[in-house]
């Protein structure tokens, strides 16, 4: 079966020590199991593709989020991330298969299954899963590379948006 591994918003702005304290993710446990899954599936022979969700650097965008914007270090892939691929898109929605560069990719590449982990997993990657189901992909969200900052009841609403679209965890 050919799948590819979606490595979504694993971005400095996230999960380095500058970032802003509403992003109080394990880093070090995050990092590391979303590393241990890239060289799984690299050795597996999948594909493993970045994901940078990025704002546009205007002075609105600097003041209502502050965090993403294009071009500034915060934007970059997570240093302690282990990068091994070529392929890194960037999106401007939480959806990332809005890139129709990485769209056509995955068309190209006829992945059967996308898996999914990164940040958020209530946020950028439910809505690229539920992106993936609405275009007929299979996506599959891979638990123990995934975290939240998201409360129990926004949560809860995400789990239950993906019951009902029939995305499963691995």
Not at 110 to 120: I, K, Q, S, V
Not at 163 to 170: D, L, N, P, S
């Amino acid at each position: 079966m050919k799948k590819a591994l979606l490595v979504i918003d694993m971005q400095n702005d996230y999960l380095y020590e500058k970032r802003k304290k509403i992003f109080a993710y394990d880093t070090k446990a995050l990092v590391g199991a979303v590393n241990e899954l890239v060289r799984k599936y690299k050795a597996e022979g999948s594909d493993v593709i970045y994901i940078r969700h990025i704002i546009q650097n205007l002075p609105t965008n600097r003041l209502l989020f502050g965090y993403s914007i294009a071009g500034t270090e915060g934007a970059e892939l997570y240093g302690g991330l282990e990068v091994l691929s070529d392929f890194c898109f960037d999106k401007l929605f939480g959806d990332a298969l809005t890139n129709k560069e990485l769209l056509q990719t995955v068309k190209d590449k006829g992945y059967e299954e996308l898996h999914l982990c990164g940040l958020d997993e209530y946020g950028c990657v439910t809505s690229t899963a539920l992106g993936a189901v609405k275009r007929g992909l299979t996506p599959k969200i891979v638990r123990s590379g995934t975290a939240t900052v998201f409360p129990a009841k926004k949560a809860a609403k995400g789990k239950k948006k993906l019951e009902e679209a029939g995305v499963a965890y691995i």
